[in-house]
């Protein structure tokens, strides 16, 4: 089955900096990688998503990139901010029939004052 | 719009003990999905319900059982728990059957059995 790796498992960064989170993934026939935010005592919110046609996609300070032939994606947040600090966590989706997601392990980011 | 609910938020068992836990979206979504959580583990699909009246194994179903009562509703009972069950459970919602679908996730009910 699908197997995501995530990459760094922690993240310290000051306020300001930009932050890269890297995922890769086995299955060439993955075709949807969502990011999600999960903040203490919540759930998981999906803050974006890509799919397999497209390369890059950003939403104001927050941009995800895929590069299908080498089978990653990554997550990158610019001018970092306190209340980015959570853990993230990615995803990848082969299955067009459902919406079954296998996730990475989450990498926690710390952002420092 | 209160998304994803899940009752109850904590929970304390005793080995052997069974219990429900509770999923409810007012989304109008047809898939819904429970997942455990574990420290340095990530999110582990237990099962899921693509529709209404279909239920299929995740990447960890043993020890576990869901229901799809009804479109809003999707249930899962642990028979016999166990303290390897111990985890925090979250249900989630997606509108369609479709792939590449995104999920939206309720906060979660924290289980520790003892």
């Known amino acids: 089955g699908e197997n995501v790796e995530q990459h760094p498992s922690t993240l310290s960064v000051q306020e300001g900096d930009s932050a890269v989170i890297k995922c890769t993934y086995s299955?060439?026939?993955?075709?949807?990688f969502p990011w999600y935010k999960q903040e203490l005592g919540k759930g998981p919110q999906l803050i974006i998503d890509i799919r397999s046609n497209v390369g890059e996609k950003k939403d104001q300070r927050i941009a995800v990139t895929l590069n299908k032939t080498a089978k990653h994606f990554s997550l990158h947040i610019t001018e970092t901010q306190p209340e980015d600090s959570a853990v993230y966590f990615c995803?990848?989706?082969?299955?067009?029939?459902?919406?079954?997601?296998?996730f990475g392990k989450g990498t926690m980011l710390l952002v420092s004052p | 719009n209160a998304g994803v609910t899940q009752t109850p938020k904590f929970q304390v068992l005793k080995t052997g003990q069974s219990m429900t836990l509770q999923c409810a979206q007012d989304?109008?979504?047809?898939?819904m999905y429970w997942y455990r959580q574990d420290p340095g583990m990530g999110l582990r699909l237990i099962y899921y319900?693509?529709?209404?009246?279909?239920?299929d194994k995740g990447e960890v179903p043993n020890g576990y059982n869901v229901s799809r009562l009804n479109k809003r509703e999707f249930s899962l009972r642990l028979e016999s728990a166990a303290p390897s069950q111990t985890s925090v459970y979250f249900c989630?919602?997606?509108?369609?059957?479709?792939?590449?679908?995104?999920?939206?996730f309720g906060d979660g009910t924290r289980l520790s059995i003892l």
């Open positions: 319900s693509a529709s209404e009246g279909t239920t």
């Open positions: 299955d060439s026939a993955s075709n949807y």
């Open positions: 989630a919602s997606s509108p369609g059957t479709g792939g590449g679908q995104p999920q939206h």
């Open positions: 995803a990848a989706s082969i299955n067009p029939g459902y919406s079954t997601l296998t």
């Open positions: 989304m109008n979504h047809n898939s």
